[in-house]
Structure formats: structure tokens, C-alpha cells
């Protein structure tokens, strides 16, 4: 088995939690239903038509924290613009509706995740059984291109890619940590992380799997993971599932 390896770059990303609509919460990194959205917007694919080719049964995916981040809430402005019902489709109407203060704007907090210097870094690792698949991520990534635009999370935030290369899917270094975000299956979990190195782990609740059904989206499934807030790798024993790609141990998510 062999594994795609690129990184997504940007200076900031907001990746809204599922669980809150009053608010604009962010994670830390994006879930797999964004990396898998990403991948589709590198090959093509139209919005909500890739679930089960992209689905977990179908590729894997991992994703690792280059550089170190933090977030930060900010607060903005939203403006209500919808034409039809306002009555502003051009910049005279629109204009006009400005000036007699029929647009109306409200405050809304939203959270941000920038690195502590440098730039965001996500290096995400990609395999698959299906060799069309497959070959035309690899050829998209060697040549820089992409069929629409990639972002972090929302369409403001536009990102770039950095292809690293394909490297063998190997059995995991010892004595060596997680670099990537781990899934956490159970409760026994903690105990196997070697505290007496110096560690900071951060527990997200994710989705994890899309549908569609009756022609809307719903989310089948979430998964929790842990990442470490200064990107050192994780001091894990015993755990399976783990694998070496480019010289990292990573878990697929």
C-alpha cells in the first residue's frame, strides 16, 4: 500500500463545530468530512455527490498538525443581503436600501484558529484501492492544480496546497510517538499515553461521515479525537492501527 502526502497552507481557518448555531465555534483542525470536501474540490466533484466515493469504507485519511496553533474570537459584522425578498438585485436598489437603512447588520462572535508564528500547516496523508482515484489526486498534487478553489473552512479563507510526495504505508517506528490526530475508541485510552513527557492533548468531537437522503445532507456518524496543542508527537503505547508514512507514525482517522 502506498499513501498521497500534501500539506494545505493558509494564515487562518474556522472550522464550525456541528453541535452550536448560536455561536461560531471552531476546531482546531478540519474533520474528515472537510478533508474529504477538500480532496473533492481538488478533483471536481460536485457538493454533496462524493460521500461514498470519498466515504471510510472506500479511502483513508490522517491528518497531522504541522505547526503549533491557537484560536482567538473575534466578532462580525453580517450583513442580510437576499435580493429577492429585499428588493435589492442591483447596486441601485441596494444603494437605496443603504441609505434608507433597510439593510440591516448584526453582531456575531466567531472563532478563529492562526498559528502561534509562521503559517497554518496541515499535512494530510490519503490512500485508496481505487487506482483511478488514486491516480488522478496524484496527478492533480504533482502539477499544482485544482478544479475549484481550496479553503480552510470558509470560502474567505482561501488555502494552498504543497504536495510532499507518495511514500510506502510501513509497520510504525518504535520508540517513536503519534504525529497525527488520534480516534479515540474507548475508555481506557488515557492509559496508554506516557505522561512523563511533557504533553498537551485536546479532546474534539467531530462529524465524521455524511449522506444524503431525501435529497438533503445528514450526518450518519462522529468520532472523537485528540490532537496535541503544540504539535509534538503523541507518547502512545499499545495501540493498533498505527503505521509509518515518510518517516512519521500516524493513526487513520
Known sequence: MRALVFDITGYMAHFRTFYTNSSSVSYAFPPR???IGIIAAILGYKRDSYYEKLSPENCKVSLSIVNPIRKFLQTVNYVRTKPDEDNFGNFRNALQAYLERKISTYQVGIEFVVPLKGELRYRIYFTTE???LYDKLKEYLEKGKTHYSVYLGLTELLADLEYIGEFPVEEPIKDRGIK???PVEEESFIERIDFSKPV???LERMPYHFKV????????KTKKFIYERLSREIPLTDYEGVVSINGENVIWM
Do not use: C, M, N
Not at 213 to 220: A, I, P, S, T, W
Open 33 to 35: 468530512t472537510a478533508i
Open 130 to 132: 481505487d487506482k483511478e
Open 180 to 182: 497525527s490526530v488520534i
Open 200 to 202: 498537551s492533548l485536546v
Open 213 to 220: 437522503e431525501d435529497g438533503f445532507r445528514k450526518l450518519v
